[in-house]
């Protein structure tokens, strides 16, 4: 049986190794703080490219979408304009009294479908006469009005949103040349009143 050299206490071997492992796991952890912190940098750098690429499909995505609905505004745009001559034919078949039995089922349903894809009518006797949407092709006095007034439409104008596709044709009648407007009574009694001072002087 062999013999401990004397002066040897039975727990140094322990001590000594747990040394040595405190320093291992010391040495290990100041490299595991420096890969924490590199690996922390590049995860933001990683997270800050993904954020940018995704603001960037977003903004395509929307670019996309946008140019999508501007090429179909664009192509119902030109089919309604081609379809605004067989309008108008169906409403002066209608002034006529001419639509009737199938033909009146068919310009009901043209009319309800061009009204679906947004193109609107516009133009009514008795409007005041406005430039941007009226074109003026007969002129007029008339002491029946107190501004520049539709008085027949002889073409209907049409519009898509905003947009004027077609401007409506009038005849346009203004006021008659030296009629006034009614002089309300404050202003009647003010001249009198004036009459009145220029007496007493």
Same mark, same amino acid.
């Given at each position: 049986?062999?013999?401990?050299?004397?002066?040897?206490?039975?727990?140094?071997d322990s001590a000594a190794e747990?040394?040595?492992?405190?320093?291992?796991?010391?040495?290990?952890?100041?490299?595991?703080?420096?890969?924490?912190?590199?690996?922390?940098?590049?995860?933001?750098?990683?997270?800050?490219?993904?954020?940018?690429?995704?603001?960037?499909?977003?903004?395509?995505?929307?670019?996309?979408?946008?140019?999508?609905l501007t090429v179909r505004e664009?192509?119902?745009?030109?089919?309604?304009?081609?379809?605004?001559?067989?309008?108008?034919?169906?409403?002066?078949?209608?002034?006529?009294?001419?639509?009737?039995?199938?033909?009146? /089922?068919? =310009?009901?349903?043209?009319?309800?479908?061009?009204?679906?894809?947004? *193109? &609107?009518?516009?133009?009514?006797? @008795? #409007?005041?006469?406005?430039?941007?949407?009226?074109?003026?092709?007969?002129? /007029?006095? =008339?002491?029946?009005?107190?501004?520049?007034?539709?008085?027949?439409? *002889? &073409?209907?104008?049409?519009?898509? @949103? #905003?947009?004027?596709?077609?401007?409506?044709?009038?005849?346009?009648?203004?006021p008659q040349p030296g009629t006034?407007?009614?002089?309300?009574?404050?202003?009647?009694?003010?001249?009198?009143?004036?009459?009145?001072?220029?007496?007493?002087?």
């Open positions: 049986m062999t013999e401990k050299p004397q002066g040897e206490q039975p727990g140094d747990e040394a040595v492992l405190k320093a291992a796991e010391e040495a290990a952890a100041g490299g595991a703080v420096e890969e924490l912190a590199t690996a922390k940098r590049e995860l933001a750098e990683r997270t800050a490219d993904l954020q940018r690429l995704q603001a960037e499909y977003q903004n395509y995505r929307k670019r996309v979408e946008r140019d999508r664009i192509a119902v745009s030109n089919i309604l304009e081609a379809l605004i001559p067989v309008l108008d034919d169906i409403g002066r078949a209608r002034e006529h009294g001419e639509v009737t039995g199938g033909f009146k /089922s068919v =310009s009901d349903n043209l009319e309800t479908v061009v009204a679906k894809l947004g *193109l &609107q009518q516009f133009g009514k006797e @008795g #409007e005041t006469f406005d430039p941007t949407l009226h074109e003026a092709l007969m002129h /007029s006095y =008339s002491s029946d009005v107190t501004e520049d007034t539709c008085v027949q439409i *002889l &073409q209907p104008g049409y519009r898509i @949103g #905003e947009r004027i596709i077609r401007p409506a044709m009038v005849a346009v009648a203004e006034q407007t009614t002089a309300s009574p404050d202003s009647e009694k003010s001249e009198s009143d004036k009459a009145d001072g220029a007496a007493d002087n």
